[in-house]
C-alpha cells in the first residue's frame, strides 16, 4: 500500500447557509471572545449572535508577517478570551490558530516552528471561512511571512485543529470575481497537488477528487453569479476538501513556485497559484499521465500532449477572468532567477512534485509565465 498517515479533522463541521447564526448557542459560557478578521470581515460579527465581551482584531493583511501576529498576540493577551474566533480568509484563520494555541502560552513563533512543536492549547478555536481557497478552516497549518527572510515560517500541530468550522455560502456573496476566480483555483491546486503527489495516498485522492470534481462544476457559476448559493456551497466544500489534503499529504513544486510571487511580489496567494497551475500541471503530466488526465477532464477540457495541455489549462483560468501574465502584475524579468532559486529551495514542499524540478526547470516556468 502506502506509507501510514494520520487525519486531522475538526470537532464539528457545520456546512449551509446562514449557518453562522449558530455559533453564539455553541459558545453560551464565553463570557470574552477574540474575533480575528479583517475591516471587511468584522461585518459579520454581529451575525455570530456571540454572548459576552466580544474583542474584535481586524489589522490582518493579505500575507500576514510576524508584526501581524504579535500585535494580535498582544490583543488577546489583554483581553484574554475564552474563544477565540477566526473569521476571513485563509491569512485570517492562519493568524486566529496561532494566537488561540500562544496567546497564554510561553512558547514563541520560533518555539513552535515546523512540526508538532505546540505545546497545547486551552482556548477554544472557531474557523468561519468567507472565501473558498485556503481551506485552512480544515486544517492544523499555520503560515506567517517572516519580512526579514523573505520566506514563510510554517507551523504544523494537532492542537491548532478548530473546534467548530462554519461553512456559510452566504459569506462570500460579496466575493468579488476576481478573487472568487483566483482563490478557486487555490483551492483545485491542493487538491491537484496532493493527488499528484508522491506522498499521495488512496484515503486522500478521495478527497482531492471530491474537491476539484467540485471546482469543475461550480467555480465558472460562483464567478459568474456570486450570489448563486448551490456554486458557492460547493466551492466552500472544494476549498474544505482541499485543506484536508493539506494535513497528511500537503502541495508541492506549485506552492513552492507560488510562494515568492506572494512574499517578494506582494501577490495575493491564490492568484500567484492560479498563474503557476497550468505550467506545473504540464511539467508534470508525463510522470502522471493518467492522473493529469482525471484532473483535466474533471475541470472540462483535454490533456493531450503537455504543450495542448498548458494551453487548455491556461485557458480554463482565463476564461475565470484570471490575469495569467507575470508582467502584468509588476514582475521584473531579472528577479526571476531569485524567485527560481528560492522556489527551489523549498524542500519541504519541492521533494514531494512527481518530477523533479532543477532551478532551470522552475526559471522556465516563470519565463513563460511572463
Not at 15 to 28: F, N, P
Not at 211 to 234: Q, W
Not at 266 to 293: C, D, M, R, S, Y
Amino acid at each position: 500500500m502506502t506509507a501510514a498517515i494520520t487525519l486531522h479533522q475538526p470537532r464539528r463541521l457545520i456546512v449551509g447557509a446562514g449557518t453562522i447564526g449558530e455559533v453564539g448557542g455553541l459558545v453560551s459560557d464565553a463570557r470574552t471572545a477574540l474575533v480575528i478578521a479583517t475591516p471587511i470581515t468584522a461585518g459579520f460579527v454581529d451575525r455570530l449572535q456571540l454572548p459576552g465581551k466580544i474583542e474584535i482584531f481586524d489589522a490582518i493583511p493579505g500575507e500576514p508577517d510576524v508584526a501581524t501576529l504579535d500585535a494580535a498576540l498582544a490583543v488577546a493577551r489583554r483581553v484574554k478570551p475564552q474563544v477565540v474566533v477566526g473569521l476571513g480568509g485563509g491569512s485570517v484563520l492562519d493568524v486566529a490558530k496561532l494566537v488561540a494555541a500562544l496567546w497564554n502560552s510561553e512558547q514563541t513563533l520560533a518555539d513552535v516552528a515546523g512540526p508538532n512543536r505546540v505545546a497545547g492549547r486551552s482556548t477554544q478555536l472557531i474557523q468561519i471561512a468567507t472565501t473558498a481557497g485556503t481551506g485552512s478552516e480544515a486544517g492544523i497549518r499555520s503560515l506567517i511571512t517572516d519580512p526579514a527572510k523573505g520566506a514563510k515560517i510554517a507551523v504544523e500541530s494537532p492542537h491548532m485543529i478548530a473546534d467548530i468550522a462554519v461553512l456559510d455560502p452566504q459569506l462570500t456573496f460579496t466575493v468579488p470575481p476576481s478573487v472568487t476566480a483566483a482563490t478557486g483555483v487555490d483551492a483545485m491546486a491542493h487538491c491537484v497537488e496532493a493527488f499528484t503527489n508522491k506522498r499521495a495516498h488512496p484515503m486522500i485522492d478521495g478527497f482531492a477528487r471530491m474537491g476539484f470534481r467540485l471546482v469543475g462544476k461550480y467555480l465558472a457559476r460562483a464567478v459568474k453569479d456570486g450570489s448563486d448559493t448551490e456554486a458557492r456551497e460547493g466551492m466552500m466544500l472544494a476549498s474544505y476538501y482541499g485543506g484536508i489534503c493539506l494535513g497528511p499529504v500537503n502541495t508541492a513544486a506549485g506552492h513552492a513556485i507560488a510562494y515568492p510571487l506572494g512574499t517578494r511580489l506582494g501577490l495575493p496567494h491564490g492568484l500567484a497559484n492560479a498563474i503557476v497551475f497550468p505550467h506545473v500541471l504540464a511539467f508534470n503530466q508525463p510522470v502522471i499521465p493518467e492522473k493529469t488526465a482525471e484532473v483535466a477532464e474533471a475541470l472540462g477540457f483535454a490533456s493531450g500532449s503537455p504543450e495542448v495541455l498548458l494551453d487548455n489549462a491556461c485557458r480554463f483560468c482565463t476564461d475565470l477572468g484570471i490575469e495569467m501574465q507575470l508582467s502584468r502584475h509588476g514582475a521584473r524579468e531579472d528577479a526571476l532567477e531569485g524567485y527560481a532559486a528560492e522556489a527551489h529551495a523549498n524542500r519541504r514542499l519541492m521533494d514531494n512534485n512527481p518530477a523533479d524540478m532543477a532551478v532551470d526547470d522552475i526559471l522556465a516556468i516563470y519565463r513563460a509565465a511572463y
